[in-house]
Every structure is written in C-alpha cells, then in structure tokens.
C-alpha cells in the first residue's frame, strides 16, 4: 500500500483526511483496511465487545468526541484486538497502557493517553457515520494510516491494491 502523501496526491479531494494531533501508540506503524466505526464517549462498551469479534484486517475508528479525560482503550482490549485479527483502532481519544500498546502487533493512534480508565456503562453506537475532527467516516469505508496521517477512501471510492 502507498504511504498516505503518495495517496492523498494520487486521490486528493476524493479522500477525507484526520486533521493532525493523533499519536502512534501500537507496534504497527503502518496499517490499513475497511472500517468499522463506534462512537462513544468515556465509555468503551461498544469497543470491548467489537474486540471479542473476528477482525478480518479491519481498522476500528473511535468518535470518542476528543475526550481525553479517560483512556477508551488499554493493553487488554487492545490486546484482544491484536489477537482477533483487526488491524488497527484510531481513537479521536485518549488510550492507556502505553508501553504494552507499542509491544501488539497492532496499529493504535490517538489523541492521547490517560491513566483513568472509561467507564462502562453499555453506552455508545456501531456501524454509524462518525467524524474524527473534520473527517467524515462511514463504515465500508477504507483507511490507511501511517507516519504521516490517515487518509479514508469514502465508500464508493477504491483503494489502489494492497
């Protein structure tokens, strides 16, 4: 897969692009795939249930609406991820458990960590259109990330080949 300059000159306007401020916390610096939205806020319900689920390479986004106050994410979670076959997690939030996080075979950004864990209180939705900051995400879209940004291919637009 190009890297996400390469892309966004490729395709330009057609892409949406995650405004800068994320992070990379996992062991992957590089990750791609279709995507599967939640949107919550200081509660991870949603997220930990998605983490028990076959990835399939998919890339989890997070509208956890900029919230850093708590961490929507920790190794555990992250780790069942991992484990599960998804590619990546970007959270427009905060996660935890940083020095585990970069030891997963997984792609983790963030807009920061915080040692307070979200609560879980069976908040939260899938499978709805979302934003991290400006850019607009649905699910089916495509998201590539790496050291550079994230760019997402809206569906209807396709990816060039892996």
């Known amino acids: 897969m ?36 939640v949107k919550c806020l200081e509660d991870n319900s949603r997220i930990k249930e998605l983490s028990q689920t076959a990835g399939e390479g998919r890339v989890l ?53 915080m040692p307070r864990p979200s609560t879980r209180r069976g908040d939260g939705q899938v499978g709805i259109d979302i934003r991290l900051g400006e850019a607009r995400i649905s699910p089916g879209a495509f998201l590539v990330a790496d050291e550079d940004g994230v760019v997402i291919f809206p569906p209807g637009v396709t990816p060039p080949a892996a």
């Open 61 to 113: 986004a997070v509208d956890a609406g900029g919230s850093v106050r708590t961490a929507v994410m920790g190794d555990m979670i992250a780790g069942a991820f991992a484990d599960n076959g998804w590619a990546g997690v970007v959270i427009w939030g905060a996660v935890r458990d940083v020095g585990q996080l970069a030891a997963l075979d997984l792609g983790v950004m963030a807009l920061g960590h």
């Open 2 to 37: 190009k890297n996400t300059c390469d892309l966004h000159d490729d395709f330009g306007p057609k892409l949406e692009i995650v405004p800068f401020g994320l992070r990379m916390y996992g062991g992957r610096d590089r990750f791609f795939g279709p995507v599967e939205t």
